[in-house]
């Protein structure tokens, strides 16, 4: 038996990860055992059809990265068939959200494929032991979140209703959106599992469940093809190393925007630290690397290039080199031989209907305005999407070793911004850390401005010009974070209490202490520590 630390967002994510460490599974089968019970169980807020990147760093040896985000699809497909078969859904999530859905949303997923390649490399059970707890909880019923809850009572008519299939699965028993702890079945993708567990990740690709997955898009307009399905594969790459503190922080390297962003964050945090918090530079670093993500990252049409660009240029010259130009869920998992595995997951809001016959809920990576600012299908297929997702490990000096990661969108970075910064720099422990009151620099366009006139606690609006539109600092209650905005120069917003809207970080940790898992409130934590 191995012992482990383990952070979920759900208790049978949690409980699926001991009890797979219980049967003498690594860190990285217990993480993934995790992760498939979560991409199983918390619909509306990630699926089996979506994207995830898993960080790893073993006992003893390197760390890396398995990117298994989505992808444009349209393999094969004429010019004609692009821009079509996307539905434009408004709902009041995130203080409102024009998302879009429908088929041609689509994105061809690598998240299944991801997690099996991690368990090549670093897991010792058997595929199929990994699969077996996710199928027990679609069969036997499972606990719905607080998250899924909160999502699908704003978005399930609107975004669900166009598909029998999927509003059926976030309906609740009375026939309203379902309740948080009530308690859920989705028999069809039982069954799906149990053949995942035999089959392995080609069921979803050249397997029966990809053939009816292409069939399906086919006669809806959607992009996904059996080339895009069959020519997907789950790239391993060298993370992004920064130093903070006494540890070393391995990062989600680019193409994805969430590494990047956040060791350019911590980086420079980093440089200004004097081991005391400090809100002001905590806003000032987030409002110019956002800046600069708005200004150029965002719109880039090579994702690995510009991030590339960006961690150099910050490496050399600190911020001053910075050119000028939906939904997730996390585990952590770190076990007593001090092996960290970060895994995080993503299918978007939702693209609103299933692949027919099978329970799986599909991906709108393809209609998520935050990630798709160069337009609707605008890139070529094959092409690896953006991504906020920023699954991290570490390990000390001491050797310590360290698995954190967070839910939240482009709240991710931030969040574990100032997790780390107070865990690893001013020398916190994590749950209080994660407890603390967190900002979040928000860059507005002219409709949130609008929406946003009187919202404030005061300040005057920042200078960022008219393509990034004006910051403003959204907050937990802090007083010091509404003075330290002030200061700056920008407007903030406060939160009556803590909100998920701040992230969810999760984190598992090996220290001198033995074992420490910590969950945060505002996402409804699942934490466990294996018994000794």
Known sequence: MNRVAVAATGEAARDAALEVAQDGGTAVD????????????????????????????????DPWVVDGNVEMPGRGLPTSRFGQGVR??????????????????????????????????AGVLPWRRLVEPAARACRDGYRVGAAAA???????????????????????????ALQPGETSLNTDLADILDLLAAQGPSLFTTGAVGRVMVEDMAAHDGLVTAADLAGYEAVVRTPTLRPLGGWTVALNPPPSVGGPMLAAMLGEL???STGVWSWPDVIDVQRRVLAYRLSVHDRSHDLLADGTALLEAVERHGLAGLPTSASTAHVSVVDDEGTACAITMSSGYGAGMV??????????????????RLGLHAVAPGTRLASNMAPTTARSAAGGALAVGSPGADRITTALMQVLGRSLLAGEDLQPAIDAPRAHVRFLDDADADAAEGEGEGGEA??????????????????????????????????????????????????????????????EAAVGISPA
């Open 462 to 523: 920042g200078g960022t010009g008219p393509l990034l539109g004006r910051a403003r600092v959204d907050h937990e209650p802090d007083p010091a974070i509404a003075q330290a905005a002030r200061a700056l120069g920008l407007e903030a917003h406060g939160y009556p209490g803590p909100h998920m809207y701040f992230g969810g970080v999760g984190a598992a940790q090996l220290s001198d202490l033995g074992l420490v898992a910590a969950g945060d409130g505002r996402r």
């Open 355 to 372: 692949v027919p016959g099978t329970g799986i809920l599909l991906n709108n990576a393809l209609g998520e305005p935050e990630l798709n």
């Open 30 to 61: 217990a993480a993934v055992a995790a992760a498939l019970v979560a991409m199983s169980t918390e619909p509306g807020v990630v699926s089996m059809m979506g994207g995830a990147f898993v960080n790893v760093w073993p006992a003893g040896d």
């Open 150 to 176: 909160l999502y699908l009572g704003i978005v399930r008519d609107a975004l669900f209703g166009a598909d029998p299939e999927a509003h059926a699965l976030v309906t609740g028993a009375d026939g309203g």
């Open 270 to 272: 980093s440089a200004r």
């Open 88 to 121: 434009h859904v408004r709902t009041d999530y995130g203080g409102g959200v024009t998302m879009g859905a429908g088929h041609g949303s689509v994105a061809t997923s690598g998240a299944v494929q991801a997690l099996a390649l991690a368990r090549d490399r």
